[in-house]
């Protein structure tokens, strides 16, 4: 049986986070920069964010944190939202940063009138020196703009915001406490000048909010109760409630927990980018990446993430999870609710030539063997089918256990197993064209039992099957002599142009996704890729985007078992 889908909130960092602060109505908010498209990690922070306040009965704010108008692009903002809901969630409300520019601005005022903030116009090196030189080690000290009056530092801060300074000529800092231990207490910068127009404010503004000026004061806005982040933030939450303690009254909890990666994946932007750029894939959404459209395309299930999410579980360390594990959890999770067809990959053409009696007989089929609450779908049987060439070789052997001439295979669902009589091959490729067969009706038991799909006229269709394997050779491509583009795995990418898919595969998709299979809830509803199935004996599949009315083009989820050699 499935893990309880609550058991990362049950016990563990989330349950102890709720418990020091076990509020009647939770609120919480998922705070990504529309800078990107998201990853397989930030379907962690989603699953966290939205889930525990789901699960407190509360609610959770999409926050667009756009405060860094130099990386923002519309696209990101509607495929964040896209993945969210796609994720199975739905906003409390979707806010933006931006749209507390002004009364972000009016604290900044306050806090330079209560002598914790001033301007200051040193560099990067001087900054370096007052806190505390090369190593770290010399003596930390503030610079001489620290001792600026209230009025002096309102008027610059006003000359900032009227554009009377350029970018690095002038900005905002708290004042904290340098003698603390704590780097994030070191007088951190509040607002810079960028001469930039935003996404949403236009020219309005000159300045613009750093992070850490905004992020506690818009959890406090919104009245978070948890403010969850991840670790890399940890020292971050003295500054966090630093600032809070002198402006608002409203105090939310932030709390860290551990980054999710994936080895051997590449998450980062700049490389993505260039691998965009430079076609080394076909897009941000090719299923090769580890993005969550590219994840989303190929045909994962969001439920299956948030069964990985909640099955690794939630502590205050980083984890490294190798994609086999992830490959895992989809598998089971597709186990249990997809059903299951006949595909062939490579077909080779079978007359079974005492098969005249069931040309035409339609078989009924069961779409899952475990689960009888999937129904079942009727097929033709036709005395000519398609069998894939792996499954016949030309030469017998005692150790194998498929067709091969003189030798019996079992048909899935057919009538009789049958035994290969002869064969006919191309002249100038020697591949195999025709195997002539009969029905075995004595070998009640075959050792193996083989997929196949009915000829033309059967309702059994043409399709494209793209299977996908790790991009790189190596796993760390970047290492390799004369770059990653030398590494990269000519069959990161196989397509079979000429596959064939049983005709069930129109009531497969007629009716997709498939929550009654299996008690599951409607995520995933809507895109192709929610036409999901077992192919018998090859893998898992979704549709791809790809496909039009004429031609359906598959993608490989995972393969049926790990493969032990990578
Ligand atoms: P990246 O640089 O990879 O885009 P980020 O930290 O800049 O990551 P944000 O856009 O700020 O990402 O992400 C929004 C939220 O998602 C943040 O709270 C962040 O902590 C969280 N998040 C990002 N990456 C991960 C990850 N790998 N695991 C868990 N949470 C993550
Ligand atoms: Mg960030
Ligand atoms: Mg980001």
């Known amino acids: 049986a499935p893990l309880d889908p609550d058991a990362m909130f049950k016990q563990g960092f989330l349950n102890d986070v709720y418990n020091e602060r076990p509020e009647k109505c939770v609120f919480t908010r998922f705070p990504p920069e529309p800078n990107g498209f998201l990853h397989i990690g930030h379907a ?16 959770c704010y999409l926050r667009f944190d756009d405060t860094n108008p130099e990386a923002e692009e519309e696209i990101y903002f509607t495929s964040i939202e896209e993945m969210v809901r796609w994720l199975g969630f739905e906003p409390y409300k979707i806010t933006y940063s931006s749209d507390n520019f002004d009364k972000l601005y009016a604290l900044a005022e306050k806090l330079i009138t209560l002598g914790k903030a001033y301007v200051c116009h040193c560099g990067d090196d001087d900054l370096k020196l007052q806190r505390g030189g090369e190593k770290g080690t010399s003596p930390r000290f503030r610079c001489e703009h620290a001792e600026q009056t209230a009025d002096e530092n309102l008027a610059k801060f006003r000359d900032m915001r009227d554009g009377k300074y350029k970018p690095r000529e002038a900005f905002l800092r708290m004042k904290q406490d340098i003698t603390d231990g704590n780097p994030q207490m070191w007088d951190l910068a509040a607002y810079r000048v960028l001469d ?10 000159k300045i613009y909010p750093t992070y850490d000026f905004t992020h506690s004061l818009c959890d406090s806005f919104e009245g978070i109760t948890h403010s969850l ?3 890399e933030f940890v020292l971050s939450r003295v500054s966090y409630e630093w600032l809070n303690n002198q402006l608002v009254d409203f105090k939310p909890m932030q709390r860290e927990y551990g980054r999710l990666s994936i080895a051997g994946t590449v998450l980062s932007k700049r490389k993505l980018k260039e691998w965009v750029e430079k076609k080394v894939v076909r897009g941000w959404d090719d299923p090769r990446l580890y993005t969550l459209i590219a994840i989303r395309r190929r045909g994962v299930p969001p439920g299956a993430i948030l069964e990985f999410v909640n099955e690794l579980g939630v502590t205050t360390t980083n984890s490294m999870i190798q994609i086999a594990r992830f490959e895992q959890t989809i598998r089971r999770y597709l186990e249990r609710t997809v059903p299951r067809l006949m595909l062939v990959l490579d077909p080779v053409r079978v007359v079974i030539e005492d098969a005249d009696e069931f040309d035409g007989t339609e078989l ?3 779409f899952s063997s475990k689960n009888a609450a999937m129904g079942d779908h009727k097929i033709k049987f036709s005395k000519t089918i398609y069998i894939d060439r792996s ?25 009789f197993p049958i035994r290969a009589t002869s064969f006919t091959t191309d002249a100038a490729t020697g591949k195999v064209t025709e195997i002539r067969a009969v029905f075995d009706r004595e070998t009640k038991k075959p050792k193996t039992f083989i997929q196949w799909v009915g000829a033309e006229g059967s ?20 290492a390799v002599e004369g770059g990653y ?23 497969v998709r007629a009716r997709a996704p498939w929550p009654e299979a299996a008690g599951e809830d409607k995520l995933g509803k809507g895109g192709p890729e929610s036409v999901r199935f077992q ?3 090859v893998a898992y599949f979704a549709v791809d985007s790809d496909s039009t009315d004429d031609k359906i083009v598959l993608n490989r989820i995972v393969s049926l078992k790990e493969d032990k050699e990578k």
């Open 459 to 478: 309702g059994a269709r043409a399709c494209e099957v793209r299977v996908y394997n790790p991009l790189f050779k190596s796993d760390n491509p970047y």
């Open 196 to 205: 930039k127009p935003h996404h949403r404010t236009g020219d309005a503004w």
């Open 44 to 59: 962690k922070a989603i699953a966290v964010n939205f889930g525990f306040a789901r699960y407190h009965g509360g609610k």
């Open 229 to 231: 982040c991840t670790v």
């Open 391 to 415: 499954d016949f070789r030309e030469v017998d052997s005692k150790d194998y256990f498929r067709l091969a001439p003189g030798k019996t295979v079992g048909l899935l669902q057919a009538p």
């Open 485 to 507: 583009l030398n590494d990269l795995n000519p069959d990161s990418e196989v397509v079979y142009p000429d596959a064939r898919i049983e005709a069930g595969f129109d009531e």
């Open 535 to 537: 192919a018998m004996r």
């Open 364 to 366: 009924t089929i069961p």
